[in-house]
């Protein structure tokens, strides 16, 4: 019977999910609500909700889930 390395086998697959893992480009960190940033800062500060900001989304055709323009909002918020 052989024996069973597991720290071999575990360091031999991070580097090959390392090896295929792509660094991400600049439009990939891009979010498409980028395009709508000063819209979806102004209707947040004049109080909307992510719920709200996602049916506005939908008007102008861009698909997203409210916890995407919730987590976008956290982020870009000036002083949130």
Excluded at 11 to 16: F, G, P, Q, S
Excluded at 17 to 23: L, T
Excluded at 25 to 33: E, G, I, K, M
Aim: proline share 1%; net charge positive; charged share 30%.
């Amino acid at each position: 019977m052989e024996h069973f390395n597991v720290e071999a086998v575990v360091a031999r697959l991070k580097a090959l999910s390392k090896e295929r893992r792509k660094p991400r480009t600049y439009a990939q960190r891009r979010s498409v609500l980028d395009e709508h940033k000063y819209e979806l800062l102004t209707l947040d500060h004049a109080g909307c909700n992510g719920t709200q900001l996602q049916i506005w989304l939908a008007e102008k055709g861009v698909t997203v889930e409210r916890s995407t323009v919730n987590r976008w909002l956290h982020r870009n918020r000036q002083n949130g």
